[in-house]
Structure formats: structure tokens, C-alpha cells
């Protein structure tokens, strides 16, 4: 069974520093998918970035980045030059690509509070 | 505008007190999925469903039923809520088996007494 782990209950950074969210994740498929999604306190799920496995290219998306290790099983989120909007949870999310079957496993997030 | 719609958004019930809560999408899409969300836990996928008339268990199923008669359409029917149930419950939808964006609404949340 697949398992995604987010070691960081909690974080806090500066405005305009980076911060770094971490994500581990455990399956025997080869294909599939990584997300990553915030819900700020509108409670709104809020698609960040994707990446394919397949892709060896790491993601990006303005300011947000992942790094993505498939040998290490490690999905990790950077957010640059944070904002104060960047404050709410984040959860890493793992979907495997395989007809018949719409699973999705999400770990049990990340709350980060951006400081003025 | 693209979008998943819930209702109710907010609902204070009673135990054993039968319940449905809506759930439609106007994007043509194929699946559909509800979850719950639990401090610490994380989304919990309840059912899936693939296409009309067939759906499928997910991580947490006990006490809940949908059905999915129309493709824009996948209510969560709780039979006989009780407090443990009492929780934010998200419904979501993808275009098809490939593609792997969700679309989430807006969240619904159940206090059950």
C-alpha cells in the first residue's frame, strides 16, 4: 500500500526568505503522480505543482519548486521569496496512473506561517 | 467557470438523522471522489467513482453509501451519522484515468451531535 509522509507538522519563516517542505512517500508503482496543495483558512484546496515520475525535470511554478529524488521516494516543496498569502497547510498528495483505479493518498500536511 | 459545487456548506445534525450532501461538477468529468478531512490525518478518500454506475471504496468507506447516476452528479449519503463522523468533507473530480488534476469544492463542513 502506498504511504506518503510529511515529517513537519509545523514551520515558520520570514517574508521574502525560502523555506523548504518536506514529503516522503512509499510505493512499488513506477508511474504516477505528485502534488502538492494548499489550503489557506478559506479551506479551499489549491493545486500547487505537479510532477509526473516519469519526469526527470523537476517542477516549477514561479516561486514554488519541488526536488524531486524517484530513487529516494522524496518529493520536497520550496517556496522562494515567501509571502504572507503563503500561510496555510500544505499537503503533499500521491496519485497512481493506472486505468481502473483513482486513488489518491495525501499526507497529513504541513501548517507554515509566513512572519512579517 | 469551471467549478465543483457542495451543499450544504456548513450542517449541524443530530445522530442517526439520514443526510445527503450534494455534489456536482460542470466540467464533463469522468471522476469523481469524496474525502474527509481530519486534524492530523490529513484527506481520507471515502468512494470513487469512474463513470455513472460505477463507483468504488476508498480508504475510509464504514457508514457512508454514494451513487452516481448522472456524470455531473455524486452525492455522499450518510445513513445513520454519528459523531465520529463529524468532519470537513471535500469532493473533488478529474477529467479522466490519466490525467491526474484534481478539482476540489469548496468543503463541507459536519458536526454530528
Known amino acids: 500500500a502506498q504511504t506518503v509522509t510529511q515529517s513537519q507538522p509545523e514551520m515558520s519563516v520570514q517574508e521574502a526568505e525560502t523555506v523548504t517542505l518536506s514529503c516522503t512517500y512509499d510505493?512499488?508503482?513506477?508511474?504516477?503522480?505528485l502534488f502538492w496543495y494548499k489550503q489557506p483558512p478559506s479551506r479551499q484546496m489549491i493545486l500547487v505543482i505537479r510532477q509526473e515520475a516519469y519526469k526527470q525535470q523537476n517542477a516549477t511554478e514561479n516561486r514554488f519548486s519541488v526536488n524531486f529524488q524517484k530513487a529516494a521516494k522524496s518529493f520536497s516543496l520550496k517556496i522562494s521569496d515567501s509571502q504572507l498569502g503563503d500561510t496555510a497547510m500544505y499537503f503533499c498528495a500521491f496519485m497512481k496512473t493506472r486505468r481502473g483505479t483513482y486513488k489518491y493518498i495525501f499526507g497529513t500536511g504541513t501548517r507554515l506561517k509566513v512572519l512579517a | 467557470e469551471a467549478q465543483v459545487t457542495q451543499n450544504p456548506r456548513y450542517l449541524i445534525t443530530v445522530t442517526g438523522k439520514k443526510l445527503t450532501v450534494t455534489c456536482s461538477q460542470n466540467m464533463n468529468h469522468e471522476y469523481m471522489s469524496w474525502y474527509r478531512q481530519d486534524p492530523g490525518l490529513g484527506l481520507r478518500q471515502i468512494y470513487y467513482s469512474m463513470n455513472v454506475e460505477v463507483t468504488d471504496k476508498g480508504d475510509v468507506p464504514e457508514g457512508y453509501k454514494v451513487s452516481r447516476k448522472e456524470k455531473r452528479n455524486f452525492p455522499l449519503i450518510l445513513e445513520s451519522p454519528s459523531p465520529n463522523q463529524t468532519s470537513l468533507y471535500f469532493c473533488?473530480?478529474?477529467?479522466?484515468?490519466?490525467?491526474?488534476?484534481?478539482?476540489f469544492g469548496p468543503g463541507t463542513r459536519l458536526t454530528v451531535t
Open positions: 510505493t512499488s508503482e513506477s508511474n504516477y503522480y
Open positions: 473533488a473530480s478529474r477529467a479522466g484515468p490519466i490525467q491526474g488534476e484534481q478539482y
